[in-house]
């Protein structure tokens, strides 16, 4: 069943056959586009299975909320920049395509770890945030700054 999403022309939001679950595809874009711009319904100070860390212990339900179904690929099209608070294009993204993100990129440790299904040849298998990333994954990956931020402390500690 597909949605299109009021007011704005760029995203669909499908409820696949179960009627539960969902996904956010792109109606066309380019790489370096901004698919949309997000801001917080509310702010936690933990995360929940729903919300997107925008700092080092801020953590925000999204707005819009159909942001919230955009899914998590070892393999992104998109990132969502916590600076600027935009979500971006990876890359030229068909219309049709699911909008996926790397969870990673915005968390450092999830509320629910989970065993990754994106299919991807380079999918990382357990998923648990960034600070359970090894070396590599580290390396292939673009962060959001309070990532940053925790990964270099870390460095700075093992010194």
Request: hydrophobic fraction near 45%.
């Amino acid at each position: 069943m597909e949605i299109r999403v009021a007011g704005d022309a760029r995203i669909d939001v499908l409820r696949n056959d179960d009627g539960y679950s969902r996904a956010l595809v792109a109606v066309a874009i380019g790489k370096d586009e901004v698919l949309a711009q997000f801001g917080a319904r509310e702010t936690l100070a933990t995360p929940n299975y729903l919300t997107v860390q925008t700092g080092p212990e801020t953590h925000i339900l999204l707005a819009p909320e159909h942001l919230q179904y955009i899914n998590h690929s070892c393999e992104p099209n998109v990132f969502f920049d916590t600076t600027r608070m935009e979500i971006i294009a990876l890359r030229d993204i068909a219309a049709g395509e699911e909008c996926t993100f790397f969870y990673p990129s915005t968390e450092w440790t999830m509320d629910r770890a989970f065993d990754c299904l994106c299919g991807s040849s380079a999918c990382l298998g357990r998923i648990a945030g960034a600070d359970m990333l090894d070396a590599d994954a580290l390396e292939r990956y673009a962060f959001n700054q309070h990532i940053l931020d925790r990964l270099a402390e870390r460095l700075a500690e093992a010194a």
